[in-house]
């Protein structure tokens, strides 16, 4: 193996792992973000103007995440805007509640 080959190689090693660590990150958000939407859905009372807020600023961290991810080439730019989608219409349909 050359030297090249192996520099090639621990670039490809350390990126994948940041990669994997960016993927993981937009997942967790997701699913928090995902939980919270579901808990409010699932209670009867109205939706509050603080329970609002904090929909919103979670669905703000997980688009940034997301379009960091495709600045960096992690996600597609397809991918990434079908995932804002359904999170937006996720909240859409909880305020319509």
């Known amino acids: 193996m050359t030297q ?8 490809n090693i350390k990126r994948r792992e940041q990669n994997l660590a960016k ?11 995902s939980t919270f ?10 939706i509050t103007a603080e329970n609002r807020k904090e929909a919103y600023a979670k669905l703000s961290e997980v688009y940034k995440a997301v379009d960091k991810a495709v600045k960096k080439g992690v996600l597609k730019k397809n991918t990434a805007a ?9 909240i859409n349909k909880i305020e319509k509640k």
């Open 23 to 33: 993927k993981n990150n937009i997942k967790k958000l997701i699913k928090d973000l």
């Open 37 to 46: 939407l579901n808990t409010l859905e699932k209670s009867s009372k109205k």
């Open 4 to 11: 090249s080959a192996r520099k090639a190689l621990k670039q």
């Open 82 to 90: 079908r995932k804002k989608s359904n999170l937006a219409l996720k």
